[in-house]
């Protein structure tokens, strides 16, 4: 199914330096991030989701993950979890959807580490959707990613 969306080959970087990611790739039914470069793939991950994960985020406390584009707008590396990297929901077709249903967007959507202090049980996260709405890495990869994503990526996320 991807596929049909994003007809990228995969790259092997052998020896080089990795690149700068143009773009992030997040599929939530796969539970899978990719790092994308120059349109190959390069970098893949297996994510968590928040605990109520099929759909699209529609109000604060629905610990759904948003879907569509967003963007990589500022860093965190004194957040709560191991570093962190804030997607810009709501937009403003999010805003205007809980307006018109009472309710708020949300926000604080963020690809993050595991919690602070965490470290020692990675195990006890794995394969598990446990956040609230964000995607989760293991710290190793957030670090990783804190790397190779600049602010201003853009982050698609799809079902």
């Not at 970098?43 to 963007?71: C, V």
Request: glycine content about 8%; some cysteine.
């Amino acid at each position: 199914m991807l596929a049909a969306f994003f007809p990228f080959a995969t790259a092997t970087w052998a020896d080089a330096p990795l690149p700068l990611a143009d773009l992030v790739l997040i599929d939530k039914s796969e539970r899978k991030m990719w790092l994308i470069a120059a349109g190959k793939k390069y970098r893949e991950y297996e994510i968590a989701l928040g605990d109520n994960p099929i759909g699209h985020k529609q109000q604060e406390g629905d610990e759904k993950t948003p879907e569509g584009t967003y963007i990589i707008d500022y860093r965190n590396p004194e957040s709560s979890y191991h570093l962190s990297l804030h997607i810009d929901y709501p937009r403003e077709s999010d805003k205007e959807n809980a307006r018109q249903r009472g309710v708020s967007p949300g926000g604080n959507i963020f690809i993050h580490g595991l919690p602070n202090g965490a470290d020692s049980l990675p195990h006890a996260y794995k394969g598990k959707d446990w956040t609230d709405g964000c995607i989760a890495l293991d710290n190793r990869e957030i670090e990783e990613v804190w790397q190779l994503v600049k602010d201003g990526t853009t982050v698609e996320i799809l079902w």
